[in-house]
């Protein structure tokens, strides 16, 4: 089993920027696909980003690519999320999330939220 702990979240000004961690203890992260996912008040629920289990291939929403990066340090078996030009639309709890690389493909992960491990989600709030 994998477990999955986020950190980073916080209030922060509109056009400001945050840092999303994402720990995992329980096994390692090697072979799994992982993501970002959010809940917006109000809005869909949303994959936000993911990235392959090499890192070598990314997918992000169209609501914040170019703003958003993620990326992965299998090393520290963590995943993070640099989040710039924060809106106040971005507000919402933030999970990362982990799946198999053999069950989904990245796009899948984020599109179809085929994901086998969650977070417990962090909140990010964005004043205007």
């Known amino acids: 089993q994998i477990h999955l702990v986020e950190s980073g979240g916080g209030l922060v000004q509109s056009g400001g920027s945050l840092r999303l961690s994402c720990e995992a203890s329980?096994?390692?992260?090697?072979?799994?696909?992982v993501g970002w996912f959010r809940q917006i008040p109000g809005k869909e629920y949303e994959g936000v980003s993911c990235?392959?289990?090499?890192?070598?291939?990314?997918n992000y929403a169209d609501s914040v690519k170019g703003r958003f990066t993620i990326s992965r340090d299998n090393a520290k078996n963590a995943i993070y999320l640099e989040m710039s030009s924060l809106k106040p639309e971005d507000t919402g709890l933030y999970y990362c999330?982990?799946?198999?690389?053999?069950?989904?493909?990245?796009?899948?992960?984020?599109?179809?939220?085929?994901?086998?491990?969650w977070g417990q989600g962090t909140q990010v709030t964005v004043s205007s």
């Open positions: 990235i392959s289990a090499s890192g070598g291939n990314t």
């Open positions: 999330a982990a799946v198999y690389l053999k069950i989904a493909t990245i796009q899948s992960m984020c599109s179809k939220r085929e994901v086998n491990y």
């Open positions: 329980g096994h390692a992260l090697d072979y799994h696909s």
